[in-house]
């Protein structure tokens, strides 16, 4: 028999009322009741829920696609499913199971992009924490067949940060035609998707070349220790070099890297990496910035073949890859724990680019 939850009425949650009003925290939001989920919806009690800098683009509204107000943001929840709504058929998942929410909520898996597994470019899809609440809450509803279990040797805080920045840089990295011993370049090494990537290419059998983060304040000795010690092979100083191009091309044999997965929002970091790939080099376009343009030399792209390639998030596999990996225990997240409380002053954090590693909000305090 399936183990039975009792289910509270309200909950705490972190509400987003409008664009510019402080973010409120309450206890008393309603929590969907089982009779009122619909066939395949599920309720999810969450652990704990990463905070992702798409979080902060959500609360701000300042992409060029809006968020739903009121809102309640976080798309790297983990927790267990407490009820399933009736009529549901043949669901992956039971009552009871330890699942993770990620940032694509819902897909309809019968589109052309979802035929093609590209699910996370749905028609129709649904993004926790953006089009549907998310997971800075005590539950959440979720679809049965999105939710991602999570392995039993994971804990909940750590899996949390893996559901979104884990399968981003997974997935970049993976379709990045980079092969065992090739070369990569992961800017932004030292940052919360940047130390993942690290791990996930040297696990990947990849050589990694690690340069220093963009926006934070303090690149230089630390964060040559932590990548290195992460699996990075070379390490360029952002802020030390003259000559970020010949810097990199030194590191990697003198022709370039094969790859680059670049996530920072400003525009040079791609424009770059065109002048530091190889012959054949593939540009991982995996920033989310509000406004910036990707601009490259067209004459340089064309003559030395480069790939360039946007790369979204990722799918219900690319899920399962990225933690299965990481249970493995060839990556791990750095990550502090805080109180729901703590969501405004993490904001503040991440906007100031102040915060290293990741933030995991615990649900249970
Ligand atoms: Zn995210
Ligand atoms: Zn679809």
């Known amino acids: 028999m399936a183990p039975q939850f009792t289910i509270p009425k309200t909950q705490k949650a972190a509400i987003v009322e409008k664009t510019d009003a402080p973010l409120k925290i309450v206890d008393n939001h309603p929590v969907k009741q089982p009779s009122e989920l619909a066939p395949g919806e599920c309720l999810v009690e969450l652990d704990c829920s990463g905070v992702c800098h798409t979080d902060l683009h959500a609360r701000n509204n300042d992409w060029p696609l809006p968020a739903k107000l009121p809102l309640i943001g976080g798309h790297e929840g983990v927790g267990r499913i407490v009820a399933i709504g009736e009529h549901t058929q043949s669901s992956p998942v039971k009552v009871g199971d330890r699942v993770g929410i990620k940032w694509l909520a819902y897909s309809c898996l019968d589109c052309e992009p979802c035929r093609k597994g590209l699910e996370q470019s749905c028609l129709n899809g649904q993004y926790s924490g953006f089009t549907v609440d998310g997971t800075f809450s005590q539950y959440v509803v979720s679809w049965v067949t999105h939710v991602t279990p999570i392995p039993d040797n994971l804990s909940s805080a750590e899996a949390a940060s893996i559901l979104c920045a884990g399968i981003t840089v997974y997935r970049a990295i993976k379709y990045s035609k980079a092969k065992i011993g090739d070369w990569i370049v992961l800017p932004g090494a030292g940052g919360g998707l940047g130390h993942l990537a690290v791990q996930y290419a040297a696990a990947m059998g990849l050589r990694v070349v690690a340069v220093g983060q963009y926006t934070y304040v303090n690149t230089g000795a630390e964060k040559k220790e932590l990548v290195m010690k992460l699996g990075a092979e070379k390490w360029v100083d952002f802020r030390e070099t003259k000559d970020l191009v ?106 100031e680019g102040k915060i290293v590693g990741r933030v995991v909000l615990n649900m249970k305090e």
């Open 246 to 351: 010949k810097d990199i091309k030194e590191a990697t044999d003198g022709f370039g890297a094969h790859a680059a997965v670049v996530t920072a929002a400003n525009g040079a970091a791609y424009a770059q990496a065109i002048d530091y790939l190889r012959m054949g080099g593939t540009l991982m376009v995996v920033g989310l910035p509000a406004r910036a343009n990707l601009s490259a030399d067209i004459f340089f792209t064309v003559v030395k073949s480069i790939n360039i390639i946007g790369s979204y998030v990722g799918n219900r596999q690319d899920a399962r890859e990225a933690l299965d990996i990481a249970s493995r225990g060839k990556v791990k997240c750095y990550y502090v724990t805080k109180p729901l409380s703590a969501l405004s002053e993490t904001y503040e954090g991440l906007a």
